[in-house]
């Protein structure tokens, strides 16, 4: 049973720090890349940044490039995402999942389209003073 939980939301003021935690079970975790997405109300789903499988190798949307960090234990079956100088505009449901390098993805960070095929329930993050 493929699980991916997404935790450490919450709500922040904007310039403040975020840590989120997405722990995974039911698969080989060092098989797979991670992304991290978000959801905003009223908007669509986008991808915000992934890992590759080793962690040798990340990628950022445009907009949080610079002030959002994306890591991962493998022996934790966890992937973080330390996010700083956090935004009102960063205020989302962020999701986790698996990702795959994929030509016909339904999704780009950056200069990379991705599938994402495994997704963990969200966690709330909300900026605001």
């Known amino acids: 049973d493929v699980q991916l939980q997404a935790s450490g939301g919450g709500l922040v003021q904007p310039g403040g720090s975020l840590r989120l935690s997405c722990t995974a079970s039911?698969?080989?975790?060092?098989?797979?890349?991670i992304g991290w997405f978000r959801q905003a109300p009223g908007k669509e789903r986008e991808g915000v940044s992934c890992?590759?499988?080793?962690?040798?190798?990340?990628y950022y949307a445009d907009s949080v490039k610079g002030r959002f960090t994306i890591s991962r234990d493998n022996a934790k079956n966890t992937v973080f995402l330390q996010m700083n100088s956090l935004k009102p505009e960063d205020t989302a449901v962020y999701y986790c999942?698996?990702?795959?390098?994929?030509?016909?993805?339904?999704?780009?960070?950056?200069?990379?389209?991705?599938?994402?095929?495994?997704w963990g329930k969200g966690t709330l993050v909300t900026v605001s003073s």
């Open positions: 999942a698996t990702v795959l390098f994929r030509q016909w993805g339904s999704f780009i960070i950056g200069t990379m389209r991705i599938s994402a095929d495994y």
């Open positions: 039911g698969f080989t975790f060092d098989d797979y890349a």
């Open positions: 890992i590759s499988s080793s962690g040798g190798s990340t």
